[in-house]
């Protein structure tokens, strides 16, 4: 399994995302609908979060275009996916220091339409936005989270979806893949004129040549083996050949239990290894894949300094080559001290010098 890297990418990229929480308390910032969708709003907020990430870490690259006002389309200073449940159906409820919660549709039958997703009010309102800023500044950038086919089905049917799985397994397969339609027609407008489509699900991508088609797979935690090889599998076999480099973001504890299967992908590229993974397991059913070792965003509320040395030492050592690995930290809120967020960036500095010299 050949990585789809540029040969000479950076070692240990590293990058985090500070939850919606994080940026109301430190910053002001709220996240109503105005947020997303206000072209103005849109490109203020994003220079306001670069000016605030480089007051704090502009020693360690973050806030580069913080002198910059970008028509950024989408918020990719956050990791929320919310937009294509929304576009299938899916109410969305907006609120001040938190990011946008998805009220399940619970569809009573396995029936949607990738044609009427993109007629939807909430599609319009997006295009509105990106036509906006197109008019304004001649084009746009950056990207939207698009979520995954199984978390966005889990928004539209809700929890009888498991029961689906062995119930009515064929019209499950037509539902999956009608949303995988409307997944692949959004991402691939959107990087026609952007060029990415993840960033937004996590921004460590941002470093990777080229640009990373990362699939989100938070919900596959819930489910067997066995019925992602049945139902899933097959999607991410397709795009793995069809959009490189491709990555799988799985955020849940777990990843390794999916090793074996995910090297019999025919290309995976990417893997976000969410914490408490298993990253010597992976590396030994991965060798060739870029593993984004991520850290615990609530355990590093408590950790000193030294701990998230250990931590990030431990991990990257179990991933056992610098240069198929990054690290991240995702999703930290209002509690976790500046200097804990130092500390991940000076312990990487600290490995990429090292590995330099040895």
Sequence with gaps: MANGFCSDGPMLPADIVLAPAWWF???????????????????????????????????????????????????????????LSEMLGCRVEYKEDSPPLVICRELKELEIS???AFESSAYKRFEELAEALRKKYGYITGDVNWGGILNIALDVRGQNLFTDFFDRADDVEGFLSEIARVIERFTKGLSKETGSTSVSVNRNVRHLEPAVFLHSECSHTMISVDDYRKFLFEFDAEWSSKYRPFGIHFCGKDPHRYAEAFAELPHLDFLDVGWGGDVAELRKELPDTFLNVRLSPVEIIEQSAEEIEETIRRLVGESGDAQLTGVCCINMDEKVADEKIDAIFETVAALREEHRQS
């Design 114 to 116: 990738a044609e009427a």
């Design 25 to 83: 308390h430190n910053e002001g910032i709220t996240f109503e609908e105005d947020f997303f969708y206000n072209p103005a709003r849109r490109v203020e907020a994003e220079r306001q979060m670069e000016k605030a990430l480089y007051e704090r870490w502009g020693r360690f690259g973050l806030g580069e275009n913080k002198d910059t006002n970008l028509p950024v389309v989408g918020a990719v200073h956050l990791a929320v996916g919310f937009l």
